[in-house]
C-alpha cells in the first residue's frame, strides 16, 4: 500500500470539484496569503489535518483565517514552527489557487 502525501508535500492536488492542481511554488511569503486572503475573487483551498481535509475557503470566512494564520504561519521569513503554510498551485487552465495547509 502506497503512503498518501498531503498536498504540501508533493504531488498533484485534487480539488473538493475534482479538479487536477500542479504546484508551482512552495511556501510562499505571508504577504502572498495576506493578499489572497483579502481578495474575493482568489481561490483559496484549506486543507486541515496536514492537507486531507480540503474545503474552500469563502470569502466572509477569510478575515477570520487570516488572524488565525497571520499569527502562526510557517514560511520563508517567518521564525519558529507555525502550524500553517501556503503553497501556490495551478491547474491546466492556467487558473492559480492559494492552497493553505494546517497541521496540529
Not at 477570520?64 to 501556490?88: F, M, N
Amino acid at each position: 500500500m502506497i503512503e498518501r502525501l498531503s498536498p504540501g508535500s508533493g504531488g498533484p492536488l485534487v480539488d473538493p470539484d475534482d479538479v487536477v492542481w500542479s504546484m508551482t511554488k512552495r511556501h510562499v511569503d505571508l504577504r502572498v496569503v495576506r493578499r489572497a486572503l483579502r481578495s474575493d475573487s482568489a481561490l483559496v483551498l484549506l486543507g486541515e489535518g496536514g492537507g486531507f481535509d480540503l474545503h474552500w475557503v469563502m470569502p466572509d470566512q477569510r478575515l477570520a483565517l487570516w488572524e488565525r494564520v497571520r499569527r502562526d504561519y510557517h514560511g520563508p521569513d517567518c521564525v519558529g514552527d507555525g502550524t500553517h503554510a501556503g503553497y501556490q498551485f495551478m491547474n491546466q487552465d492556467g487558473a492559480r489557487m492559494l492552497y493553505l495547509e494546517r497541521w496540529c
